[in-house]
């Protein structure tokens, strides 16, 4: 069975710093992975996604992703925190092993990533 | 273009009450899924819709949750005889296929508070 673990539940930042959220995937088969965003109170919305085009994979808002096969990770960053990225994040794998083509998520716990001023 | 849609936003229901939740998917989007965030349990997958193939329903907790999508789709989400435990925010997502790839993107939520 498909399913991430994200190694933490709460990160907290000052703005102007590096962001790393973690995440480990574990697989049966070649992975589709993605990370989300939930700001408070709005709607998840796509980050990136990986599909085995390229390891590293950059995303909106200027994060980025880098798969890594041999530690199973699929880690999160981006250079420069800001305030408006104060927001949960969700590391995502895609379960293809349903019926009729489903291609459902399976979603992490979250991250939580607070910014500090 | 407009994105996924649910209705309604907010949903106090009493316990054992039915209640029924609405997606609009995207125009041309064939796939349409329901996945439920909760407190314990995270974001869960519920059922799967695509084109007039057979739904997975793999992900519906009890036999108290059902689901149909009307027409390929507009769908409906059916909870009977609500208990408290269905409390969450329900997710609608609907996916196309770019390049042979999936991207689902989802709804704003209805959040179900039973009483």
């Known amino acids: 069975a498909q399913s991430v673990t994200q190694l933490d539940s709460h990160v907290s930042v000052s703005e102007g710093t590096p962001v790393l959220l973690r995440c480990n995937y574990s697989?049966?088969?070649?992975?589709?992975l993605f990370w989300y965003v939930q700001h408070p109170n709005k709607g998840l919305q796509l980050l990136l996604k990986?599909?085995?085009?390229?390891?590293l994979v950059k995303g909106i808002n200027g994060f980025e992703a880098e798969f890594k096969k041999s530690e199973t990770s699929f880690h999160l960053t981006k250079p420069s925190a800001h305030m408006s990225d104060a927001a949960e994040y969700f590391c995502?794998?895609?379960?293809?092993?349903?019926?009729?083509?489903?291609?459902?998520?399976?979603f992490g716990k979250g991250t939580k990533l607070t910014v500090n001023p | 273009g407009a994105g996924v849609s649910q209705s309604p936003s907010n949903k106090v229901t009493e316990k054992g009450k039915d209640v029924e939740l609405r997606c609009d998917p995207i125009?041309?989007?064939?796939?349409l899924y329901w996945y439920r965030q909760s407190l314990g349990q995270g974001l869960e997958f519920l059922i799967y819709?695509?084109?007039?193939?057979?739904?997975?329903k793999s992900g519906l907790p009890s036999d108290r949750f059902s689901a149909e999508r009307t027409g390929g789709s507009v769908s409906t989400l059916t909870i009977q005889r609500t208990q408290q435990e269905d409390s969450a925010v329900y997710l609608c997502?609907?996916?196309?296929?770019?390049?042979?790839?999936?991207?689902?993107?989802f709804g704003p939520g209805t959040r179900l508070l039973v009483l």
């Open positions: 997502a609907s996916s196309s296929l770019i390049g042979g790839q999936e991207t689902q993107y």
């Open positions: 819709f695509q084109g007039n193939s057979a739904p997975d």
């Open positions: 995502v794998v895609s379960d293809t092993s349903g019926q009729g083509g489903s291609e459902k998520l399976v």
């Open positions: 990986y599909t085995s085009a390229a390891t």
């Open positions: 125009s041309g989007h064939t796939a």
């Open positions: 697989s049966s088969y070649s992975p589709s």
